[in-house]
């Protein structure tokens, strides 16, 4: 058998381009047949011809176009039918369609949840929890106040429907019989007046008539109010729907709405006279010139503009920054996107302008991820942090200063702490001690770096970092203790995650607490110790800590560092905390930024980085440098340094402290001894340990033994005698105890 006519057909809509054939080379007359179905193999075997030639037995593969596969009317309709789906026309309907769809089924549940949310306390428990969730205990406590209200009211209601029938059936009765009664004595009235006793039942025929037609009335209107009912109920739900734009994006008309106008002299002028502040409307249009001799120049700085308004008289700068979104939005611009801050001139506000969606632009890679070769310098240098609001490079001197870096969880705290350290990393003399309290791996790339690297969050980990600390504390002393002149290399004590250290509950041997902020809390005395005299011989400390109050970061410890930078926030009052009073009053406002849309934005004051004249605090948009290269800038590090074994753990000698001994020591020759006096004696001798002891912890390590003390002309006393025999008893048991 042999095979005449071979052809491959192809799906006209998918190849239009021209597909291949692969056909015998036979005379017209003789072709093969194809049939009109896509991607069919057909061959027919057609008789021998007479005299085949070279061109008759050879098969051959050339282009071809498309033949007969589909009828030409089959064919029109399929493409006509691709241009009508794919026409703008028809995707505008079908937005249209789903964009009030979605309008209608949406709204249904939001009607829905509000109907659910006025019958129970879920609208109560929501906005507590996005209270509590914005660190404001006190408007969480006015909702539990309100929720408690609203749980009273209804079961009062719920009590009352028990009688409601009762009161209800006795209501009715009495309505019945005092309209009967005064129907009654109406007719009885136009009677005597018309000398006609028929006027006696009168009004009463009239109110039973009256009552016929309504329900008349209400049985033709019954039946289409029925009908246009669903209709009425649905455009509820859709007018719902509409009011909260409840459909998808790509479903919603564009909204050109003015966003992104230019700013220009009058568009700031009306924007501050509409900003509800009287005085300052009355002198805009009292001025001749319209207000714009309250304007600076408008100049470009950044990705915005910059203009100062000397405000007139009766108007304080307070006003306006208590103004803040509304003149946002008379600006056309997010709450987001316009700064207030106070310069040097009096009477005087600065606004910055954003263009448009530019803050949610990310800003690029930091300099130390681009450039392999960048050095740092402790003295002199100035580690890139990220930019300001002009756009400006925010560089911030790291010399002899404290840093403190605090905001709401998971807004970028770690990632900006560290990318100051991964900074000063590059200079080889400075050495780092490290205590991550949240343990998860941030600052595992300084293994084989930091001298100390301590990672968990656990009781036994903040006392590793309360003794780093106090190691701290003890090479700051002996450093100044050395002659005078000597030169230091930089010391960085670094504690993430600090209000974890300030919140441990554990006491140690010597009755003093870890956390806390009482003068016995060993943390806290540490870092105020580093505080007051660790910057003039290059001991510093950085902390990072979350959710700022008084018991998780102490005023003392707050206003100790040199420069301090607040991420988003959730109240002022934690604003100040963070950042200070004058800072806030000058305009910072870390409770105004976006709780995770603006990660890694910080608000900073302090002497460590540029200010504008007059200019309390600066925003910064924080580089972020991802732990793979976190790394690669950490292994550059490591290679310009020598070889540093890193601990765990502080390595403190831990001494036996034997208090018998110490009380007989501290006895001397004296026969007895005043328990006040044996207490101070102990306390000099060892003061870490005994210093937080009382004459209860004397009586009962003495009872415990034998040689408790005891009353001498009316005074508690130790006596040496029991205090020595007591001792001797203890080390003739010691070799029984042994053997056993």
């Known amino acids: 058998m042999s095979l005449e006519g071979l052809e491959v057909n192809h799906d006209p809509l998918n ?17 093969g047949a194809v049939l009109p179905f896509p991607d069919l193999l057909t061959k027919t075997t057609l008789p021998a011809p007479d005299a085949p030639t070279e061109a008759s037995t050879r098969a051959t593969i050339r282009p071809a176009r498309i033949r007969g596969t589909l009828p030409p009317r089959l064919l029109r309709a399929a493409q006509l039918t691709r241009r ?10 079908a937005r249209f369609t789903v964009r009030h ?37 006190e408007v969480a406590m006015e909702w539990e106040q309100r929720a408690a209200a ?39 009235a136009m009677a005597i007046s018309t000398h006609h006793v028929g006027e006696t039942i009168a009004p009463a025929m009239f109110a039973i008539h009256l009552a016929t037609m309504v329900v008349y009335i209400a049985s033709v209107v019954w039946s289409p109010m029925l009908t246009v009912a669903p209709a009425i109920a649905l455009l509820a739900c859709w007018n719902a729907g509409r009011k909260r734009q409840a459909a998808p994006s790509w479903a919603l008309p564009t909204n050109n709405g003015g966003d992104g106008e230019p700013i220009t002299p009058s568009s700031v002028v009306l924007a501050l006279r509409d900003l509800g502040i009287a005085p300052l409307r009355k002198a ?21 503009v910059e203009v100062d308004v000397q405000l007139p008289t009766g108007v304080t700068t307070v006003e306006v920054q208590n103004k803040r979104r509304k003149l946002a939005e008379n600006l056309n611009r997010h709450e987001h996107e316009v700064f207030i801050t106070i310069p040097q001139a009096a009477r005087t506000v600065r606004l910055w ?81 490290i205590a991550d309290l949240k343990g998860v791996g941030d600052w595992g790339m300084f293994d084989g770096l930091a001298t100390v690297l301590i990672q968990g969050p656990t009781d036994d980990h903040v006392i590793d970092a309360t003794e780093m600390l106090e190691e701290l504390v003890e090479e700051m ?20 995650e600090a209000q974890v250290a300030f919140m441990c509950p554990v006491v140690g041997a010597d009755k003093r607490p870890y956390g806390g902020t009482k003068a016995t809390s060993r943390y806290f005395m540490a870092a105020r110790k580093i505080h007051n005299q660790g910057r003039v011989v ?68 302090g002497d460590g980085i540029k200010l504008a004249p007059g200019q309390s605090s600066i925003t910064v948009r924080t580089h972020y440098i991802p732990d793979a290269e976190a790394i690669e800038i950490t292994d550059r590090a490591k290679a310009e340094r020598t070889a540093v074994t890193t601990r765990a753990a502080t390595e403190k000698d831990t001494e036996e402290v034997d208090p018998l001994a110490d009380v007989a020591q501290v006895l001397g020759d004296a026969p007895r001894m005043l328990t006040r006096e044996v207490l101070q004696r102990l306390a000099d001798l060892n003061p870490g340990f005994y210093r937080a002891w009382s004459p209860q912890d004397l009586k009962q390590l003495l009872e415990s033994v034998g040689a408790a003390p005891h009353k001498s002309d009316g005074q508690m006393v130790v006596t040496r005698a029991k205090v020595l025999a007591a001792l001797a008893r203890r080390d003739d048991d010691a070799p029984e105890s042994d053997a056993e």
């Open 15 to 31: 190849d239009q381009h021209g597909t291949t054939v692969v056909e015998d080379a036979v005379p017209d007359t003789v072709g």
């Open 84 to 93: 009508v789906a794919t026409h703008e026309r028809t995707a505008a309907a």
């Open 101 to 137: 769809g979605m309008f209608a089924t949406a709204g249904a549940g939001i009607l829905a949840r509000r109907g659910w949310e006025s019958r129970t306390t879920a609208r109560y428990e929501r906005m507590m929890r996005a209270a509590e969730a914005a660190g404001q205990p």
């Open 150 to 188: 609203f749980r009273s009211a209804r079961h009062q209601r719920r009590m009352d429907l028990i009688t409601a029938p009762v009161r209800l059936a006795k209501s009715l009765l009495v309505g019945t019989l005092a309209t009967a009664a005064g129907l009654l004595a109406l007719g009885i």
């Open 284 to 304: 805009i249009l009292e001025m001749g010139d319209a207000g714009a001799g309250m304007l600076g120049p408008i100049t470009i700085a950044g990705c915005g």
């Open 353 to 433: 302008i954003a263009d448009s969606g530019a803050l949610d632009q990310p800003i690029g890679p930091s300099p130390l991820v681009t450039d392999a070769t960048a050095t740092a310098n402790y003295k002199t240098g100035r580690a890139p942090w990220g930019q300001d609001l002009r756009g400006d490079a925010a560089l911030i001197s790291l010399f002899q200063r404290h840093l403190l870096v605090t905001g709401l969880s998971n807004q970028g705290k770690t990632v900006s702490l560290r990318s100051l350290a991964l900074w000063l990393a590059l200079d080889p003399t400075v050495e780092f001690r």
């Open 477 to 496: 002393e002996r450093r100044i203790q050395a002659p005078a002149g000597t030169v230091f290399p930089p010391l960085i004590g670094i504690v993430d």
């Open 538 to 605: 290059n001991v510093l400390l950085w902390q990072g800590t979350q959710d700022p109050t008084d018991q998780n970061l102490p005023k003392l410890v707050r206003e100790g560092a040199h420069i301090r930078a607040s991420l988003v926030v959730g109240t002022e009052a934690q604003a100040r905390m963070a950042l200070g009073d004058k800072a806030v009053n000058g305009g910072a406002a870390p409770h105004l930024l976006r709780q995770g849309l603006d990660k890694g934005t910080l608000v900073v004051t």
